[in-house]
């Protein structure tokens, strides 16, 4: 080994508290982009390879019914490329243990062979036999949810009949990878089941022989999906069409495609704060050893060594840091992007093992740390090494005090002298002071960005269910039905309070805007669902014209005063226009409200409704439910409340695994970053301190200089980090907006403390640490040494 | 100056002057500095701290750059030299000892002589160079489990060890008592006279001029006088 590597690692075991805080906050900052990264390109390919190999449709529209050879023209559209005619429908179910009553979509598969598109991928079990009846397959949720087994029986009101039907197998299919209901924010895995059904035992079961009510399309790469998607409805028009979509706009692509889309944003935000801390740290850190190692550097120079060689030295030193911070943080990175991909796996469900670290995201990660840390060391170097030798040599010229801002003030006569040495300190070098103040306060604000999501999501349960969505259960029917049936549910025992609403389903237009969506018509009275602002303000619903969702306004462009085309989606497809007098600031969705007379009005029907929100007396939840089953209008019941909280228990473990992930990685910099303040504070100023010491001043009183300057710091800190914080939080919410979600800006003031004392006690233990530093100070040296 | 016609000039300067700015403070510690050097002699720079010794030698070893003047080494004009060059020329043809050593506080005496045997053309051993000076014993030892004179030889092993042309000792034994101090003079006159190595070496004691082929003494940055000794004394001999 050469005598100047020698030197190198010597000097980095000397300098290896140090080393270990840089190292550490460079894995942590790999390891978040590793793990973001290599989680985001495991569930990208998993879902391309899964949508390519089982044909995932692109284009998809719903339909009354058509005849067979309907299907066939559609592929005579230009850019298409296979067509799926389907058969589903909607039923409900009974399921063993399940008081309330539970819906199903049947979906009709082939009775020989594979579907041209959306072939599903079975699990156990076989594949239905379309010569026996009542034998389906189930998607995996809702079997995995009821333990159910092939061989297992429910029961299904199926076009009016009750029937059972036996699960043989149990699947998985592209268009499911997630199990979410129109209208629904949230899976709800208990109570909504997909099962496949021969085509031909459909045909029997709803009378459809010989025609279809779903059309699935794939069309060809390069092809107009906006063109396709308008010859469809045009096609479809005369059967009862409602409305094709492509797949932005299917539920289950675009749900994984919003979580993708926000998985990317939190593979690049948080990692580039970390990254950027460890960048400065490694900056600060090296700074200090080459001023204190000026005049090895000028003795390297006269031995011959040249500018390069020396550079190529101290660069290696640092590479060596980043390098080992870089393996530690590939391994825990990939130990992090498993253990989320398991996690997403839980609620996105794919056939294949998901999880594979990209060789391509360990480079691009370490790249980027290496380059970080060397664009922060290099300028520290070149500085280094420019000066000439014989300059180097000498000591540099003393630092010129001055007396403070305060002291010129005349309020210096207040403060004793440790504070004054520190105040005197801060103001001849402030940009230190704001450096190390900045580093501090982004290690604070890690910390809030990392509490972050849990605040939102809290908030936002509490303002969806506590204040907004206020019923127990809502009621769906099979189709409108008067409005006095609700007269007779009122009567129903445990029922306290209802609600009835009319919902239709509608393409609304505005010039060259549409979206399909939900026309909701609620009643005057409107306490179980509220039609609340973000601030929870109650949105006035005028007694004629249309309420859009802020998002939906955005969608279409429009503003209040504008008149939209309404395309009702169902029975006599009305077309209507209406002025929109109003928008709803709220957090999900992109509904359409109207006052229920004004809707009825504008569809010209007789007052009818939907369906009906619900609040059950407290015990009673049973005996309404097996109430409610029992009534024939009925088609389902949701509990949306209680199957949120059965999705926010497992959310919040994940959740918390996340939370983990970031809140330790953040105490590690917040820790790095005071500990390495602490140490450069007491190598730059050991001299000085030792001096302290040797006219007289105990140790207590020279930690105080040093650490008071620390402990001022970061009081200084603290406030900045919170202001940091909370624009980074405003930043990736504004960020992870999608068109389901609007995160909102919350944050606790649990958040803000935590931070808060995560740093302080951060502080606390490196002053520990340096305040062993301290006692060991070596007064003889110092005086032996020059000055 | 007069010289014997056939010892070549190491070095001729002419007309250097040097200004620092410290801070807010110029100064100005050369101020014309004529001077020449020859082959295989021993010279003493004397002078009272401040009087421009250092800069001058700093100068010389391509350690420093002049604020106006010219250097030439060897008939190479020194301020012609491209960083590189200057580099190779201290890689080289120099060897420094310096008044505070300025060993690697991370490295042994060995390692310490190596880092310069590792970058030089034709170096001796180490371990050569060290035994050269007396410390073939403590060649594991750091810096900091050293005397200064034990350090100070170290450096002038470390000097010595890449066989330069030139040696340039900037005060020398200025940290050492006396008994070390002749130790590493004894070192140095052995380089001179053995390798016949032009060697200057700065002070501020007279004594140790006597040692010197010739004598310049600075003052304010300016050639005061330049004297040839008679006899020259071995470092043993110097009367202190």
């Not at chain 1, 399309?217 to 308008?230: C, Q």
């Not at chain 2, 000792?169 to 140095?188: H, K, Q, R, W, Y």
Request: hydrophobic share 45%.
């Amino acid at each position: 080994m050469r005598a100047l590597e020698r030197k190198m690692i010597r000097d980095l075991l000397h300098m290896k508290g140090q080393a270990v805080a840089i190292a550490s906050v460079i894995a942590c900052g790999l390891a978040v982009f590793v793990g973001a990264q290599s989680t985001l390109w495991s569930l990208k390919s998993a879902r391309d390879a899964y949508y390519e190999r089982n044909r995932f449709s692109h284009v998809f529209s719903s339909l009354k019914r058509a005849p067979n050879p309907v299907a066939e023209r559609a592929l005579e559209i230009p850019g298409v490329r296979r067509v799926d005619d389907r058969i589903v429908k909607g039923v409900t179910l009974d399921v063993p243990g399940l008081t309330e009553p539970a819906t199903a979509k049947l979906i009709s598969y082939p009775d020989r062979g594979e579907p041209t598109l959306n072939e599903i991928h079975l699990l156990v079990g076989r594949h239905a036999d379309p010569l026996r009846t009542g034998e389906v397959v189930a998607e995996e949720a809702f079997a995995t949810e009821h333990g159910f087994r092939p061989g297992d029986t429910v029961d299904a009101v199926m076009n009016g009949r009750l029937q059972t039907l036996t699960i043989v197998g149990i699947c998985l299919s592209p268009e499911y990878i997630t199990t979410i209901q129109g209208g629904s924010l949230w899976p709800d895995d208990r109570r909504f089941a997909i099962f496949w059904m021969p085509r031909r035992q459909m045909e029997a079961a709803f009378e459809m022989e010989g025609a279809f009510n779903d059309l699935a399309l794939s069309i060809v790469p390069g092809a107009n999906e906006a063109e396709v998607v308008r010859r469809v409805d045009r096609l479809l028009a005369p059967y009862g069409g409602l409305g094709a979509i492509g797949r932005d706009l299917h539920l289950s692509h675009r749900f994984v495609s919003d979580e993708l889309k926000q998985l990317q944003t939190m593979s690049v935000i948080p990692p580039s704060i970390f990254l950027g801390v460890a960048a400065f740290l490694l900056n600060v850190a090296l700074r200090r050893l080459l001023t204190l190692q000026r005049e090895q550097i000028a003795a390297l120079k006269a031995f011959g060594y040249s500018s390069r060689e020396i550079s190529v030295h101290y660069v290696s030193l640092v590479g060596l840091i980043i390098a080992a911070g870089s393996l530690v943080g590939c391994l825990l990175g990939t130990w992090m992007g498993r253990s989320m991909t398991e996690m997403y796996a839980e609620f996105y469900r794919f056939p294949t093992t998901l999880f594979h670290v990209d060789y391509r995201v360990l480079f691009a990660g370490c790249a980027l740390t290496f380059s970080a840390g060397c664009i922060g060391v290099l300028a520290a170097v070149r500085s280094a090494v420019r000066i000439q030798p014989a300059e180097a040599m000498r000591p540099e010229p003393p630092p010129n005090y001055e007396p403070s801002l305060i002291e010129r003030l005349g309020w210096h006569r207040i403060l004793p002298q440790a504070p004054r040495m520190i105040l005197r300190e801060l103001t001849r070098r402030p940009a230190k002071a704001i450096m190390t103040t900045l580093g501090i306060a982004f290690a604070c604000a890690i910390l809030i960005v990392g509490n972050f999501g849990k605040d939102a999501v809290d908030f936002l349960i509490d303002f969806q269910f506590g204040l907004q969505e206020r019923q127990d259960a809502s009621i769906s029917f099979y189709e409108a039905v008067p409005a006095r049936a609700i007269s007779s549910m009122r009567h129903i025992e445990g029922i306290e309070a209802i609600e009835s609403f009319r919902a239709v389903p509608a393409r609304i237009r505005f010039s060259q805007f549409s979206r399909q969506t939900s026309l909701q018509g609620l009643g005057p009275k409107r306490e179980l669902f509220r039609l609340l602002n973000t601030d929870g303000e109650e949105v006035d619903l005028p007694p004629d014209g249309l309420v859009l969702s802020a998002a939906l306004a955005r969608i279409l462009h429009l503003e209040v005063g504008d008149r939209v085309r309404i395309e009702v989606l169902e029975g006599e497809r009305v077309v209507r226009e209406a002025p929109v007098v109003g928008l709803v600031d709220d957090f999900a969705g992109t509904s359409a409200y109207m006052d229920i007379r004004a809707l009825n009005r504008l569809l010209r029907e007789p007052p009818v409704i939907s369906g009906a929100w619900i609040s059950i007396r407290e015990g009673a939840e049973e005996s309404v439910f097996r109430e409610l089953k029992e009534t024939p209008v009925v088609a389902g019941v949701t509990l949306q409340r209680i199957a949120v909280e059965g999705f926010m228990d497992s959310f919040a473990e994940n959740l918390l695994r996340m939370r983990l992930f970031n809140v330790t990685f953040a105490c590690v910099i917040a820790i790095g970053v005071v500990y390495n303040s602490a140490r450069v504070a007491l190598s730059e100023r050991g001299r000085e301190l030792a001096t302290l010491r040797v006219i007289g001043f105990t140790r207590g009183e020279v930690s105080t200089i040093l650490l008071g300057e620390l402990a001022f710091l970061t009081a200084l800190a603290i406030p900045a980090g919170f202001a940091i914080g909370y624009g980074l939080c405003r930043f990736i919410s504004t960020a992870l907006e999608t068109e389901l979600y609007r995160i909102p800006l919350v944050l606790n003031p649990p958040t803000f403390a935590f931070a808060a004392l995560v740093v302080v006690g951060a502080t606390i233990l490196s002053s520990l640490l340096v305040r062993r530093g301290i006692d060991h100070l070596d007064m003889v040296a110092v005086l032996k040494s020059r000055e | 100056m007069d010289s014997p016609p056939e010892i070549q000039a190491v070095y001729e300067a002419h007309d250097l002057t040097k200004v620092y700015h410290m801070g807010e403070v110029s100064v100005h510690a050369l101020r014309g500095v004529d001077i020449h050097l020859y082959e295989k002699e021993l010279i003493v720079l004397l002078g009272h701290s401040g009087s421009g010794k250092s800069t001058l030698l700093n100068i010389l070893g391509g350690l420093d750059i002049p604020s106006s003047g010219e250097v030439f080494y060897r008939g190479n004009r020194m301020s012609d030299f491209s960083e590189s060059e200057l580099t190779r020329y201290r890689r080289e043809h120099v060897g420094f000892v310096f008044q505070f050593y300025n060993l690697i506080p991370s490295l042994t005496a060995r390692e310490n002589v190596a880092l310069v045997t590792e970058i030089a053309n034709d170096p001796m051993k180490p371990e050569d160079a060290l035994a050269l000076v007396d410390l073939d014993e403590r060649m594991d030892h750091f810096p900091s489990q050293m005397s200064g004179g034990e350090q100070q030889r170290v450096a002038i092993a470390r000097a010595i060890a890449k066989q330069p042309d030139v040696l340039l000792c900037d005060e020398p034994t200025g940290a050492l008592d006396l008994e070390t101090g002749i130790m590493v003079l004894e070192a140095i006159d052995n380089v001179n006279r053995e390798l016949g190595t032009t060697t200057a070496v700065i002070t501020h004691n007279s004594v140790i001029s006597d040692m010197a082929h010739r004598v310049i003494r600075l003052r304010d940055g300016q050639i005061e006088s330049i004297v040839e000794n008679e006899e020259v004394k071995p470092a043993d001999q110097l009367n202190w």
